[in-house]
């Protein structure tokens, strides 16, 4: 590491270096890091409202320890993006940047590229370069998390290896190689298996990440949960509607293509609690529930008559 602190320290005055804090400056909010799994649990429910399970933080922990990116993997809304963001940006002490893939992602997009009139102008140099959130991360020494990754292409998957492995990322045109300076530079992937519009992961990949697997919670979990991110709202809900919708979301989870998770459970009753208060009402009802649950719920044609039945 301190090879890699030196390598960084003679780039100080590198044009590349200065744009990305000049870029990025204003969206990166700095505090102090935390590095304890205890601690990082504490604040995860305290100040992020999430109630993660511990087994997620001590590995994520351990793996960027031993400078390892992490991959969590499981169905949608079981919090993995926003859980890997608040870590990240936790362990770094900075936000954390996040990039959704989509099968277009490549180096320009995520690594850097040329501005097309001032490179035709002066020529692929730094003055041309514009860096993209990869390179700032690993230059501003914090966290990246790439979002469904099974998105992307094999070629992009390809591009990361060198990445991972070197904890580098070079700009042949540039002839530079910027190297991680800390230990803040660390990425989660998250990935969701059943996804249709995805790409396998290759073995290469595979072998260089930890995975770690998220489920849909218990429903004492998810009840929790509801409690911790609806705050004083809850008090406006009586059990019985809370109990139906915990009910409607598990039958949705098992038949439905669109699969509500724990963040869908949350707006729903938000939402429900809102509309009872634009109504005038001290608490809401089943009628507002419905209603709320339409607006959720209901996100294709396909799970129409579906919705209909549960929320009657």
Known sequence: MEKNKEKYLDLENDPVVKKVIDTYKDVIKVRKPVRNPDLMLRILRDEYKLLVKPYIVYITVAAFMNNRPVLYEGPPGTGKTEIGEAILTLWSGKSAFVLPCSENYDEYRVIGDFHPAMAMAKGF????????????????????????????????????????????????????????????????????????????????????????????????????????????????????????ALKIVRIMREKALYKPGTADLVSWLTLTVLLADSKNKKKADIKDLIEAGYAILYKNTEDEELVNDVLK
């Open 125 to 244: 140099n730094e003055e041309s370069f514009i860096p993209r959130p990869l390179l700032a991360a690993l230059i501003l020494d914090t966290g990246v998390l790439i979002d469904e990754i099974r998105r992307s292409n094999e070629d992009f998957q390809n591009l990361l290896l060198d990445i991972i492995d070197k904890r580098r990322i070079i700009i042949p045109e540039l002839k530079k190689v910027y190297v991680q300076k800390g230990n803040g530079f660390q990425i989660i992937f998250t990935s969701n298996p059943l996804d249709i519009a995805q790409n396998e992961l290759s073995d290469a990949f595979l072998r260089r990440v930890i995975r770690i697997e998220f489920k849909y919670p218990s429903l004492e979990e998810e009840y929790s949960i509801i409690k911790l991110r609806l705050g004083n709202l809850i008090s406006k809900l009586d059990d019985q509607i809370i109990s139906k």
